[in-house]
């Protein structure tokens, strides 16, 4: 089970300020609403650990990813079409 969970990203410069996600319940999962997120900018998630580790995690439901070696989430418009690496 995770102490904490930001999202981290360009939309508040990599630092998770402003960006905490609350559990639910008992699920596992967590939850909010970030401001300020502009189509095509990048994000991950901030995870402690309950030992006090932190790790960096891309988003396993984004619908959009950096191209490799990159890793991070990219936000998308639900309006926008699909693009692929090299387009």
Not at 16 to 45: D, H, R
Request: aromatic content about 6%.
């Amino acid at each position: 089970d995770a102490r904490s969970v930001h999202v981290i990203g360009d939309h508040n410069g990599w630092t998770g300020v402003g960006s905490e996600l609350q559990p639910v319940a008992s699920t596992g999962l967590w939850s909010g609403f970030i401001g300020g997120v502009a189509t095509g900018q990048v994000y991950k998630y901030r995870i402690m650990g309950p030992d006090g580790s932190v790790v960096e995690k891309a988003d396993p439901y984004a619908r959009r990813a950096e191209c490799p070696p990159k890793t991070a989430s990219v936000t998308r418009s639900t309006r926008s079409p699909e693009v692929t690496c090299g387009q």
